[in-house]
C-alpha cells in the first residue's frame, strides 16, 4: 500500500486561504472528519470524486469510510456492491450502521451501500423529530472507527444533503468546467453557511474541485480562470481531467486507481488526496476499521 508521503507530490500550495490554512495547521491528529461531497446539479463528478478520492486515502494506509447517501447508489455499484440492507435501514432505525458495513478490495476502506429505498426516505424524514440529525444518530457508532468519513450525496439540497451537512466536518465540492455549472454554485455556498450558522458551526469548506477539465477547450479553461480568480486559494490547485477510464472504472465495479493507476484521472486523485492530506496528520492512535474488526456483513462483500 502507499504512505501518503508516496503519494504524487501536487503542483502549487494547498487550496486553503492563509487563515484557513492556520486553523488546520492547529487541528490535533485526525480521528473521525467527516467529508461531504455536495453539488445539487447532478453530473458534475460528486460520486467520482467520492469514490477515487476515498480510495487514495485508502492507498495511503488511512482508515476511511465510504457512505453512499445518494437514492442512485452509484458509489455502492461503483464497488460492485449489491445488499438486501443498506444506509436507509440505518437511518430508519431498523438496524445499526456497523452491521451493513462492507469491505472492499482495498484494506483500508470500507462502504456502507445505499439502495432505492431511499428515494422515500425524504417523505419519512420530514416527518421525523430531529429530522436533519438523523444520519449523525446512525453515524454515532461508527464514526470514531475511522480516521475519514466521505458521503456521497444526492444530487439535490433535500433532507438528505442537510442530514450529512449537519454531520460532516467539511465540504468540498465538485465543479464541472461548464458555464451553466458556475449558475448553482452560489446557492449552495449560502446553504453551506446557513447550516454553519444555525445547526452545524463546525461545518468548513475543505475545497471546490474542479472536474472534467480540458485546457484545449477555451470555455473550460475561462471557467477555471472565473473560479480562482473569485474564490482564490479556496478552490483546490489539483483539477481533474476529462478521462476516459475514469468513466470506465465503475463498470468494472473498481475505482480508478485499482483498474488503471497510470491513468490521467487516477493520478489526479492520488494528487488531490496528497493535497487534502498535508492538512491532517495520522493519527497516533491505532483506528482499525469495522469490516476488518468483524463489524461488516458477509452479505453481498466483495471477496478479497
Do not use: W
Amino acid at each position: 500500500m502507499l504512505d501518503s508521503e508516496d503519494l504524487i507530490t501536487p503542483r502549487g500550495e494547498n487550496a486553503l486561504s492563509e487563515s484557513n490554512s492556520a486553523i488546520q495547521q492547529s487541528l490535533p491528529p485526525a480521528s473521525g472528519v467527516v467529508f461531504a461531497v455536495v453539488n445539487q446539479k447532478g453530473g458534475v463528478g460528486k460520486t467520482t470524486t467520492a469514490v477515487n478520492l476515498a480510495a487514495s486515502f485508502a492507498a495511503a494506509e488511512r482508515s476511511t469510510l465510504l457512505l453512499d447517501l445518494d437514492p442512485q447508489a452509484n458509489a455502492t455499484s461503483a464497488f460492485g456492491v449489491t445488499a438486501p440492507r443498506h444506509i436507509y435501514d440505518a437511518i430508519s432505525g431498523r438496524c445499526v450502521m456497523k452491521d451493513i458495513v462492507h469491505s472492499t478490495e482495498l484494506e483500508f476502506l470500507d462502504l456502507v451501500p445505499a439502495g432505492r429505498d431511499l428515494y422515500g426516505a425524504e417523505i419519512e424524514l420530514a416527518s421525523m423529530l430531529n429530522r436533519e440529525r438523523q444520519l449523525e444518530r446512525a453515524l454515532s457508532d461508527l464514526r470514531e472507527a475511522y480516521e475519514f468519513v466521505f458521503i456521497d450525496c444526492p444530487p439535490s439540497l433535500g433532507l438528505l444533503t442537510l442530514n450529512a451537512l449537519c454531520v460532516a466536518s467539511h465540504v468540498i465540492i465538485p465543479l464541472q468546467c461548464e458555464y451553466y455549472a458556475l449558475e448553482g454554485l452560489a446557492g449552495l455556498l449560502e446553504t453551506v453557511e446557513l447550516v454553519r450558522d444555525q445547526l452545524n458551526p463546525e461545518l468548513g469548506l475543505e475545497g471546490i474541485l474542479l472536474t472534467m477539465v480540458d485546457q484545449r477547450n477555451n470555455l473550460s479553461r475561462q471557467v477555471d480562470k472565473e473560479v480562482r480568480d473569485h474564490f482564490g486559494l479556496e478552490v483546490f490547485e489539483t483539477e481533474i481531467p476529462r478521462n476516459v477510464r475514469l468513466s470506465e472504472a465503475p463498470s468494472q465495479g473498481k475505482p480508478a486507481l485499482l483498474y488503471d493507476i497510470h491513468s490521467k484521472g487516477a493520478i489526479s486523485y492520488l494528487h488531490l488526496a496528497n493535497e487534502i492530506l498535508r492538512r491532517y496528520p495520522r493519527s497516533s492512535r491505532a483506528t482499525v476499521s469495522a469490516a476488518s474488526s468483524g463489524g461488516s456483513t458477509a452479505e453481498g462483500n466483495i471477496d478479497e
